[in-house]
């Protein structure tokens, strides 16, 4: 066999850095909100731990920034076992391999973007899911041979944002699988106030809010508002997080009371004033010059979420309250076009 590279995404560089702090909690009970999610897993943990058995495998699914990272770490932490990750979509057969032959007994293998795995190297986890065997082939043509390898039990930890892009029967071998929704208001502040004494920042209460509240139900957008309105809290004023000069910060940056920026008004301007309220995902890409993936991952779930948008067979649909918010007339849209 030959030799191959491993790529080590281990010391891969932590978002969290920015701070130069990591805030990321680090057991179940620092995790804040998701109180189904975290009730979940700290039964299967615990049950499993009893066994002297690896956890089941696990699916983390949710639209980004709402913690499937830090939880797969937290799992780790929990089972006090190896932490081994890797990125789905640029991973190959062999390096899967050498990933699985060196993991011990109840490690963690974190995939990321497991949706975007190429088809023939998830298909060769399955044996691996299920009986911890790897069935690895030796040489090329007649000469090839097929060697089957006993693993050690370990733990697949999956993340994706795109559930429905796995196949059936890779889903399935997930015995755990766990969802996780946009916080409460209360959660990001919980944590906007938690980071903010972290990070020696002096924040009042009402100012937490004002940040939780165009948070966009999502952590790490509650931490990056967190850092931009602290630097410009350092230039403009004291350093000190008045519900004031986060407002004024907040109107600075371009984020409105629902969180949303210049970059959601143009998708909406596009979708209504070009396309008379609907259209697919291909021609609002092109004429927002946006990539299809990140307007389907990142923007439009939480638009949806917010009632602005609904997706039908005919195409994305800008709903009233969408007209309503953005200041068109929803006359517009419901008797002259459809
Ligand atoms: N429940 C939570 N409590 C506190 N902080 C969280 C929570 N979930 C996520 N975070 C923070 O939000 C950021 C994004 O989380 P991450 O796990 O990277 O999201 P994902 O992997 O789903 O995109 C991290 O910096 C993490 O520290
Ligand atoms: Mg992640």
Redesign the pocket.
């Known amino acids: 066999m030959d030799h191959h590279e491993i790529p080590d995404f281990s010391e891969m560089q ?3 850095d920015a701070f130069g702090y ?4 680090e057991t179940l009970s ?5 109180e189904q999610a975290k009730e979940q897993l700290r039964i299967h943990i615990e049950a499993a731990k009893k066994r002297g058995d690896a956890l089941e495998h696990v699916l ?1 699914v ?12 937290i799992i780790s932490n929990e089972i006090q076992s190896n932490f081994k990750q890797a990125i789905g979509p640029v991973m190959e057969r062999l390096d899967l391999a050498s990933t699985l032959t060196n993991l011990e007994h109840t490690d963690i293998l974190f995939i ?1 973007e497991i949706h975007g795995m190429k088809g023939h190297v998830q298909e060769s986890l399955y044996p691996a899911m299920e009986d911890y065997q790897l069935d690895l082939t030796l040489g090329q043509g007649p000469a090839s041979d097929v060697v089957q390898l006993q693993l050690k039990p370990f733990t697949l930890v999956g ?1 994706t ?1 795109r559930e429905g892009l796995l196949a059936g029967p890779f889903r399935d071998r997930f015995g755990i699988r766990i969802h ?1 929704d946009y ?1 409460e208001a209360e ?1 990001l502040q ?2 906007i106030r ?2 903010s004494a972290k990070l020696d920042i002096n924040i009042e209460e009402t100012a937490e809010y004002a940040l939780a509240r165009r948070s966009r139900g ?3 957008i ?2 990056k508002l967190l850092a931009n309105v602290r630097d410009y809290a350092q230039v403009k004023g004291d350093g000190t997080l008045s519900l004031e000069v986060v407002e004024e910060a907040l109107e600075f940056f371009g984020i409105d009371e629902r969180g949303l920026n210049a970059q959601d008004s143009a998708y909406f301007q596009t979708l209504i004033e070009k396309f008379n309220g609907r259209a697919g995902l291909k021609a609002l890409a092109v004429a927002l010059s946006e990539d299809e993936r990140t307007i389907a991952e990142v923007y439009e779930p939480y638009y949806i979420k917010e009632g602005f948008l609904a997706l039908t067979p005919g195409g994305r649909v800008a709903t009233d309250a969408a007209y309503a918010y953005f200041d068109y007339p929803v006359a517009s849209q419901t008797s002259l076009f459809h």
Not at 22 to 25: A, E, G, K, Q
């Open positions: 932590d978002e969290d990591s805030l990321r909690p620092e995790f804040i909100g998701q983390l949710s639209p980004p920034g709402l913690g499937k990272t830090t939880l797969a770490k990321d993340a944002t996780l916080y959660d919980q944590a938690i980071n999502t952590m790490r509650a931490n």
